[in-house]
């Protein structure tokens, strides 16, 4: 039994530290999920506002160049004329105008490439010269225009839809041998303001890894960051995958925030850089997740096993303890079903075992008592039975004896003499049988003889009432049950100086058992000696204290008890001056036996 409540309380135990698990696990992936998702985004909106400023600092150029007539005129004349007329040009114009500085288009171009640092070199292409001019913080260059008219319109096209893309590009003239790998480009036309005519463009080449610098500088990189075109193209991994690529998979920016399926189950950020047509994606998989995972899982299996090990090793320890502690209650028991009344169980503690062990304790201190006193019992009844016998008389005597006396006093008219004589007679012959196992009606019979007797006594003093259900007749009950119980109203309650004393015996079914009742209107009971009584009968078995006057009504409580089980007895009901109630409970069994 204890071997089934360790592996049941193992199992429960496995089961809850199992769910608890789970639930920790569960609740931690839900957290390092959402400060992933949060640094994520937050990676994510740095790199936008890098992304933003960087715009702006380009626009911040063209207007510039738009709103300042003498950098419009320079860029414009430059664009239309040789780079040898230009320089001319430049020359007129400083003779004319005497100053020491003039304003161009490169000065300003030197300084946004001094204020800006991730930007590597900005490039000016001539449309009508197909030459260009690249400047960088140190040095500028130009280049004359090598490709075919139709390569040049087909990439001065792309550019013009494409405002950013990465390099290495087929771009005229230009040679990219040495170029580094991870740079992108914005490109923009410039128009004559006062004609509208495309005359130009003006490519701003940008360093991709300044993005990583700025991120770990701002923001710890958290999941994979892109920066992606309007047409998808990636221009910032991150992960230095798809770099200079279309990103394969579809973004919707209504899914933004939720679990989305590309190349495994994912959380998307998608945030939109102003006007640029640049969108900075934040993306966290489920694999990073597990990663960072990694460690808690493990940690919580561990922890798990070593409080599964722990309870059980402690509900081993102190399911054993008790254990012994009903071994050693059974040994006891099956030493007492042996016959050795003396074993005892010592038991220290203070649980419901070392209850049992006292009750057991008791329970041996009253079973050797009670065989004492049965012992003597015996013996003493034994010697009765003895002198009984040494004292006998012949029963055929004396009822021959009680018939000669019972017809001389009818010879002489003393009717009533006789009729006693012959109620004792009859009692006598009931009373010498051996049986001790009478019927219903039989036991009714000589009680009602009894009564008999006495209301010859009494002539006109007391009336009885007998009533039996039909039913019950042939059952079985002891005998001397319900004589003692009319003797206790004579001897007690019987009012001699009255002549309406009153008694009547009732013997009916209730269900599977037999109810008699014996009610009087005699003198009653005191209220002290009732609770006395029923006190009395509550100690099942114990000797009558000393001086107690209903012996019979003991004998009779304690003879049915002990034939016919504790759940059947006597029970009294009394009032001084109304009579007493005296209701008996036996089982209903049909037919008689003999002891």
Known sequence: ??????????????????????????????????????????????????????????????QQIYGDATLSDDLLYFLNHDYEDYLKHRLDVYSRMREQRLSSFKTLLMNYLEQDSSAKNVSIYSYPNDVHMQISRTNQQLFNGSNSAEGKESWYAGREQHSWDTLPLEEPGKVQEGKA?????????????????????????????????????????????????????????????????TYPYRLDTEKAGEWVELNEPSRVSILNVGNAGLSVVGIVSQSSIRESTQSLRTGLILVTLVFVVFSFVITSSIIRKYSKKVQRIIRSMNRIGEGDLSTRIQMSGEDELQQISQRFNDMGDRLEQY????????????????????????????????ESIRMKAYFEGVKDVGQMIYSLSVMFKSMAKKSTIVTIEEEIDMCSVYLELFCLRYEGQLSANIEVDPDIRQCSIIKLLVQP?????????????????????????????????????????????????????????????????????????????????????????????????????IPMLIGGGSA
Request: overall charge neutral.
């Open 181 to 245: 790998s991870r740079a992108y480009v914005y490109s923009r036309e410039i128009k004559d303001p006062w004609t509208l005519q495309r005359v130009g463009m003006m490519t701003v080449e940008f360093d991709a890894r300044q993005f990583t610098s700025w991120l770990e500088s701002r923001a710890a990189i958290t999941g994979r960051i892109l920066v992606l075109t309007a047409k998808g193209l990636v221009i910032y991994d991150s992960k230095d995958e798809y770099f200079g690529q």
């Open 485 to 585: 119980i009319v003797e206790n109203y004579i001897v007690h309650g019987f009012r001699s100086q009255e002549h309406d004393n009153r008694i009547t015996v009732q013997a009916q079914r209730s269900g599977e058992r037999i109810v008699i009742t014996v009610l009087d209107n005699g003198t009653g009971i005191p209220e002290d000696k009732l609770a006395h009584i029923r006190q009395t009968l509550n100690r099942t078995l114990d000797p009558p204290e000393k001086g107690y006057r209903s012996i019979g009504l003991m004998n009779v409580h304690e003879r049915i008890i002990l034939n016919y089980g504790s759940d059947y007895g006597v029970t009294i009901n009394s009032k001084v001056g109304q009579g007493t109630e005296v209701r008996m409970e």
């Open 371 to 402: 065989i004492d006193r049965m012992y003597a019992s015996e013996i003493k009844q034994k010697n009765a039975e003895l002198v009984a016998l040494q004292s006998q008389i012949n029963p055929h005597f004396l009822y021959n004896t009680l």
């Open 1 to 62: 039994m204890f071997n089934k409540i360790v592996v049941l309380y193992s199992g429960v135990m496995i089961v809850l530290f199992a769910i608890a698990a789970a639930l920790v696990y569960q609740y931690q992936t839900q957290r390092i999920l959402s400060e992933q998702t949060d640094d994520n985004l937050k990676s994510a909106q740095v790199l936008n506002i890098y992304l933003s400023r960087q715009y702006e600092n380009i626009q911040n150029v063209f």
